[in-house]
């Protein structure tokens, strides 16, 4: 018997144009359009989405979790980055 | 177009969609697979929609006070207007992709002209209607390229499942339809898909007609007892 | 549509690995779920957690896909075209759920394939529930009623587990579950109001229907020794017994409001503790559909390892055809 099971992929969903596609969970299919049109079929049964994505879940690199000090909490201490960090004048408008 | 042959058009319409639905819906909870459960559902929806918008219109042409439910529900075989292709049993999956394949794609041409025909009622129906056929037209010559290509067991069931369906295609061209005019435009689709999925067309063989003047299938009396066993059990309630 | 949490054989394993985990990483994990965070997929986590987990969301994605073929046997038959399109939506929606359900728990590195064996051969457990059968047309009016009603229940909290992608998954299956229960509250309203023999059929689905849901909520807490752990790690949020006593406090007035009978001679309002007192539940009875001895659970086995070895041929066949359709494009 050959492998009969369908991979894995993950499905993301424009909810509407002006939006990014975000995550909404993921569908078998054993190739690319039947993905999109699972994807179609699972996630937007309700008037979800205009658009769809559908990524191999194979294909998706992920940041490991060992790793989320080093690689996040050094943006903590650059509040200069915010404009709230800057003091203005009172008064002073439009900045 | 004069009422009574209007009411015989979207009887023909509403009874092709609710048959056909009827069926899918058998598949709810036994799909080779959860994803493909789902999409048959979605079909199945589809057409059910179809159906009321269809009927509820025939009731209204008619103009004796019968809704979509009425003659859903208390028509017997005799009075149903719908194509013996739609009526044929689910057997295996290859059969109902089969019968969706052929269905669809005949459905969405038929759709589309009638979303341009002049009558206004009719027109609406269909204009909704034809985007979610082309869906499912596609959906179902996708599955004919996957099953005619896949494994040998695939594609004998897929061989299999076109024989049995391919004596009610010529019906789906009755004169009545005005219909011929749509059959090159159909074989050339079926055609394509066919040949995609590395199959060959049927081999012509005498249509089974009869459906659109009441004369059906043994199938369809036994669908209808299962659909309107509440209706016929308990007559006059509601639900 | 949901599980009770049932217990197996892997538990007692399960429980005992614990004490063999690093004492440090352990108790991390343990803060964090204590500070309300959520664990995603890539997280370290004892062992016993995930092993608690796959059981449980399996378990309840094994529910939804069963709880479709009791539902799914009047689809056929609704009584108009407005209730065919309801059911049938609602049918498929059980379906979405146990497939959210599924990819929940494969993130935890068991595949669905592994899942549906486990549910065929017997090894998993789904709701007790789905192995009563569905006679009348009233039936689907009390499965939406009570048995989504008590998955609400239970489900509701659990949109804040511990466990990110199950709790993102019940967060999608609460929004899409909220007309379930209303349409089966509704069929049973319309037949209660109905003739003689349409408000004999919704009585006496309420009749059989009430105590098996009842039973839904798990035993009671003092023979679910499980329950503190599993609420310590937000993978429970209440106690069966907590969750069962809201049910029947919300559900009797609704029997009431449209002329319904709950059919429990013990049941009496008690105006000290603001709740309803209710009879003793035959758990016995419970323990005996656990084991598998529910009326129609040979049916329901049956029909999922029929639609799942029918379906093989066609599962084959598209991953044959995507692999021959690949190497046709590498070689252009």
Redesign the interface.
């Known amino acids: 018997m050959t492998n009969a099971n369908w991979p894995l992929w993950e499905v993301f969903v424009r909810a509407k144009n002006g939006l990014s596609h975000k995550h909404a969970g993921s569908v078998h299919a054993a190739d690319a359009r039947m993905a999109i049109e699972a994807a179609r079929d699972v996630y937007t049964r309700r008037m979800e989405g205009v658009s769809l994505w559908v990524v191999p879940s194979s294909a998706i690199v992920a940041s490991d979790p060992k790793e989320a000090a080093d690689l996040f909490e050094p943006a903590a201490d650059k509040v200069y980055r915010h404009p709230t960090f800057y003091t203005i004048p009172e008064g002073v408008k439009n900045i | 177009m004069a009422d009574d042959v209007l009411f015989d058009h979207a009887l023909r319409l509403g009874d092709d969609a609710?048959v056909m639905g009827?069926r899918l819906?058998?598949w709810?909870?036994?799909?080779?697979?959860?994803?493909?459960?789902?999409?048959l559902?979605?079909i199945?929806?589809d057409l059910?929609?179809q159906?009321?918008h269809f009927?509820n219109l025939a009731g209204e042409i008619e103009g004796k006070g019968r809704d979509?439910?009425a003659l859903?529900?208390h028509r017997d075989v005799l009075d149903f207007r719908n194509c013996l292709l739609v009526e044929q049993p689910n057997g295996?999956?290859a059969q109902t992709i089969a019968r969706q394949f052929l269905f669809s794609n005949w459905q969405e041409l038929l759709m589309r002209e009638i979303a341009a025909a002049p009558e206004p009622r009719l027109a609406a129906i269909g204009a909704k209607a034809v985007k979610e056929i082309a869906y499912h037209a596609k959906?179902a010559s996708?599955w004919v390229?996957?099953?005619g290509?896949?494994?040998a067991?695939?594609r004998t069931?897929m061989i299999a499942g076109l024989e049995w369906m391919w004596r009610f295609v010529d019906e789906l061209f009755d004169p009545m339809d005005g219909a011929p005019s749509r059959r090159g435009e159909w074989d050339a689709r079926i055609n394509r898909t066919l040949t995609e999925a590395g199959l060959e067309l049927p081999k012509p063989r005498r249509g089974a007609m009869g459906g659109r003047a009441g004369h059906h299938s043994e199938h369809l009396g036994h669908l209808l007892t299962?659909?309107q066993?509440?209706?016929r059990a308990?007559p006059?309630?509601?639900? | 549509m949901y599980t009770t949490e049932l217990k197996d054989k892997d538990q007692k394993a399960a429980a005992v690995s614990l004490a063999d985990e690093d004492p440090e990483k352990l108790a991390a994990f343990e803060a964090r779920v204590a500070a309300d965070d959520f664990i995603e997929p890539k997280d370290w986590m004892p062992e016993a957690y995930r092993k608690t987990l796959v059981r449980q969301i399996s378990q309840h994605a094994h529910s939804e896909i069963v709880g479709m073929l009791p539902e799914g046997n009047w689809i056929t038959r609704a009584p108009n075209l407005r209730r065919k399109a309801i059911l049938l939506a609602k049918v498929q929606d059980e379906g979405g759920h146990g497939l959210y359900l599924y990819a929940a728990a494969e993130t935890l590195g068991t595949s669905r394939e592994e899942m549906i064996d486990a549910l065929h051969s017997g090894k998993a457990k789904y709701s007790t529930i789905f192995n009563y059968p569905t006679l009348t047309w009233a039936d689907i009016g009390a499965i939406g009623w009570l048995v989504d009603g008590a998955a609400i229940m239970n489900q509701v909290p659990l949109q804040r587990t511990s466990y990110g992608p199950y709790a993102r998954a019940m967060v999608r299956i609460c929004k899409e579950e909220s007309f379930h229960q209303r349409q089966g509250y509704e069929i049973m309203s319309v037949l209660a109001a109905g003739t003689a023999e349409q408000k004999r059929m919704a009585q006496d689905a309420l009749n059989r229907w009430w105590w098996p849901s009842l039973m839904m909520f798990g035993p009671p807490d003092d023979k679910s020794p499980n329950t503190a752990q599993s609420v310590r790690w937000r993978i429970k949020r209440e106690t069966n017994d907590e969750l069962r006593q809201r049910f029947v406090d919300v559900t009797v007035p609704q029997a009431e409001a449209i002329g319904l009978r709950v059919p429990d001679p013990a049941l009496t309002w008690n105006d000290e503790r603001g709740s309803y007192d209710f009879g003793a539940i035959d758990w016995e009875e419970f323990y005996a559909v656990v084991r598998g001895e529910g009326p129609v659970a040979k049916e329901r086995t049956q029909a999922r390892v029929k639609a799942w070895e029918d379906g093989a041929w066609v599962r084959e066949a598209a991953v044959a055809h995507a692999s021959k359709r690949a190497l046709k494009m590498a070689a252009e």
Request: with cysteine; net charge negative.
């Open positions: 609710l009827q819906s058998e709810c909870g036994h799909a080779p697979m959860l994803e493909v459960d789902l999409a559902a979605n199945a929806l059910l929609g159906a009321t009927l979509a439910d859903a529900f295996d999956f959906f996708e390229v996957r099953l290509d896949g494994t067991e695939s069931r299962e659909m066993f509440l209706q308990y006059g309630a509601t639900w």
